[in-house]
């Protein structure tokens, strides 16, 4: 399998880097030939090609089987009025590869859920998947912009919403059999159509339960009641707010993956915590959201299922075990941290 | 003065009049003339007038001085496909009003703070006031819906943005001196205006500091670094999100209140928790967000502030020496607690 590595900007690098080495000790271990090259994207292009996902990267990414990606952006390049911006390749790359399924387990290991702003005993049996659709909506609407006024459009179609919908729903059969779909029907034209899509494909999974939730009312039971979701699926703005609000009950962002998935090609896979340039170049970052992340990538685009179970067990074992990074109250170095991984893969 | 009472659906009638009571007791006490007239709103005016916001309401809502409201809406009438529905009567009264600025103050009362789901080191010293641009935005945008599609507008002009900014400006100078302006501005053109019109307006108020979060961070930020913020201003979709998951660190909806001012008319006090039918008629909702509520009318409509300074001092007795509703862990009644603050009052 032919993997393509965007290291991107800050601690980018180090956390690709640890993920890349994760997938080289499983095809040691499990035989199997994986490649891996390097390509830019980000504030990192910008600089090299004054373009956040340039041509030999694009070209890449649509000949590779899967995408291994670190983080991107930093306030070298993050002045919003700027021509071009980090995040702009992100964006490009997510609608050029169309994985409109951005998929973010969440679960609480007991050692580091002592970390949560939350109270344990809220935080007790949380274990739930976002699904956030991630091509669609006002983020690629058309936009305007005057010297008197700015808009932006949301808009999505039956297909897009019918297919993210099935693949939560999809994944709730495998699973604890409920998806929690989230609009805000009492106001927006996107949400009615969402809701009525989702209550129509519910029809053809008479095993799963379908709930529908107001963005809102959703922003509070996410902390009153977090361990009543098992599968959450929305749009792609209320996504990106309420799957970063819902990271926080985990304690650290360090140990959360993703995986952006659906699309005809490969899926990009990635820790859900930003670049962070203050501890960038110290060997501080944890490792093992990216880690994790190259988990997912093994069982999702690979269809290594057992190989993505061992290095799952792996990070349980360090979580365990080891002494971990500064973000979840250890001492211990990225690289420490990652060896500890491959010892346990080994 | 001339007040206007809008009941509404569920417990609204019971809290609407808990606030009624105390500021008939304020009247009584500083010898003012306040009179008091009842409208149909939401579910309540579908069923009797076959429209959420009536005429006589709209006429009456045009000639007060200020609006209490209880709560509006329920499963009665919450089919989103439904061609009348109890928020329209909310949204149309919002705009018809211009009330463009919606304040939710956010405090933590010892007592309470225990219910919270947050750690108590986490929430100690949070106060801070949430400013929601409440007419703009994609809320009144233009909608349209095929077969096959929907779309939904978000629209901002500088004047609409300005206004609220400066709102929040004005009353950052007279707490902490700090603003912290919420957008999506890597994403949304609507943001970047809305950026830079809050760095324009913050030229104009050299003692203030002026931040800028995306909303995805300060959806984390507000739970893991409550205590730091003063002043949060941000548009009418995101403010939704944000301020319900902000109410949740309070440990209970019943005690916040909120105003919705700015227009050139009434204002509209309301307590930010919903109409709550499960518990309608029980004497069991908590009447302290609407008394806090009247509260701010009295300040922000009225401009009785030693009036209002003593309404917020008696709920401060009640919740540190009475019995509460069961939300905050009590047993007495709406009736009983509303008593309570009366007699705290006298
Ligand atoms: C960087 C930004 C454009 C991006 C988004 O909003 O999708 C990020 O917040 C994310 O969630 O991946
Ligand atoms: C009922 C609904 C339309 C309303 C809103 O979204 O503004 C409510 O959630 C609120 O916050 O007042």
Same mark, same amino acid.
């Given at each position: 399998?032919?993997?393509?590595?965007?290291?991107?900007?800050?601690?980018?690098?180090?956390?690709?880097?640890?993920?890349?080495?994760?997938?080289?000790?499983?095809?040691? +271990?499990?035989?199997?030939?994986?490649?891996?090259?390097?390509?830019?994207?980000?504030?990192?292009?910008?600089?090299?090609?004054?373009?956040?996902?340039?041509?030999?990267?694009?070209?890449?990414?649509?000949?590779?089987?899967?995408?291994?990606?670190?983080?991107?952006?930093?306030?070298?390049?993050?002045?919003?009025?700027?021509?071009? @911006?980090?995040?702009?390749?992100?964006?490009?790359?997510?609608?050029?590869?169309?994985?409109?399924?951005?998929?973010?387990?969440?679960?609480?290991?007991? @050692?580091?859920?002592?970390?949560?702003?939350?109270?344990?005993?809220?935080?007790?049996?949380?274990?739930?998947?976002?699904?956030?659709?991630?091509?669609?909506?006002?983020?690629?609407?058309?936009?305007?912009?005057?010297?008197?006024?700015?808009?932006?459009?949301?808009?999505?179609?039956?297909?897009?919403?019918? @297919?993210?919908? +099935?693949?939560?729903?999809?994944?709730?059969?495998?699973?604890?059999?409920?998806?929690?779909?989230?609009?805000?029907?009492?106001?927006?034209?996107?949400?009615?159509?969402? +809701?009525?899509?989702?209550?129509?494909?519910?029809?053809?999974?008479?095993?799963?339960?379908?709930?529908?939730?107001?963005?809102?009312?959703?922003?509070?039971?996410?902390?009153?009641?977090?361990?009543?979701?098992?599968?959450?699926?929305?749009?792609?703005?209320?996504?990106?707010?309420?799957?970063?609000?819902?990271?926080?009950?985990?304690?650290?962002?360090?140990?959360?993956?993703?995986?952006?998935?659906?699309?005809?090609?490969?899926?990009?896979?990635?820790?859900?915590?930003?670049?962070?340039?203050?501890?960038?170049?110290?060997?501080?970052?944890?490792?093992?959201?990216?880690?994790?992340?190259?988990?997912?990538?093994? +069982?999702?685009?690979?269809?290594?299922?057992?190989?993505?179970?061992?290095?799952?067990?792996?990070?349980?074992?360090?979580?365990?075990?080891?002494?971990?990074?500064?973000?979840?109250?250890?001492?211990?170095?990225?690289?420490?941290?990652?060896?500890?991984?491959?010892?346990?893969?080994?």
């Amino acid at each position: 399998a032919h993997i393509v590595v965007l290291p991107g900007d800050g601690i980018g690098p180090e956390v690709a880097s640890a993920g890349v080495a994760v997938l080289r000790a499983v095809a040691d +271990r499990f035989g199997h030939a994986f490649t891996f090259t390097e390509h830019a994207i980000g504030g990192d292009a910008i600089d090299r090609f004054g373009d956040p996902l340039p041509q030999p990267t694009r070209d890449a990414l649509l000949a590779c089987d899967a995408i291994l990606l670190g983080a991107v952006g930093g306030p070298k390049w993050s002045d919003p009025a700027a021509k071009v @911006r980090p995040e702009q390749g992100l964006l490009a790359m997510r609608k050029m590869l169309g994985v409109f399924a951005n998929v973010r387990p969440l679960k609480l290991h007991p @050692r580091t859920a002592a970390l949560s702003p939350l109270k344990p005993e809220r935080t007790k049996g949380v274990d739930l998947v976002f699904i956030r659709e991630l091509t669609g909506g006002i983020y690629f609407g058309a936009k305007t912009r005057s010297d008197s006024d700015a808009t932006d459009e949301c808009r999505y179609s039956v297909e897009e919403v019918e @297919r993210v919908v +099935r693949h939560a729903f999809e994944l709730a059969r495998a699973r604890r059999g409920k998806v929690t779909s989230v609009d805000k029907a009492n106001v927006l034209e996107t949400s009615r159509l969402w +809701r009525s899509v989702a209550t129509r494909v519910a029809a053809d999974y008479p095993d799963v339960a379908l709930e529908h939730q107001l963005v809102d009312s959703m922003a509070m039971h996410l902390l009153t009641h977090p361990a009543d979701y098992d599968v959450i699926v929305t749009e792609n703005m209320f996504g990106d707010i309420l799957t970063d609000e819902a990271s926080v009950l985990a304690g650290s962002l360090g140990l959360s993956p993703s995986a952006s998935i659906g699309g005809p090609g490969a899926g990009i896979y990635e820790p859900i915590h930003g670049s962070a340039p203050d501890i960038a170049g110290q060997s501080a970052a944890n490792p093992l959201g990216t880690i994790l992340s190259a988990a997912m990538l093994l +069982r999702h685009s690979l269809g290594l299922a057992a190989e993505a179970d061992v290095v799952e067990a792996a990070v349980d074992d360090v979580l365990e075990h080891a002494n971990l990074t500064r973000d979840l109250g250890g001492t211990a170095t990225t690289h420490a941290v990652t060896r500890a991984v491959l010892d346990a893969i080994q």
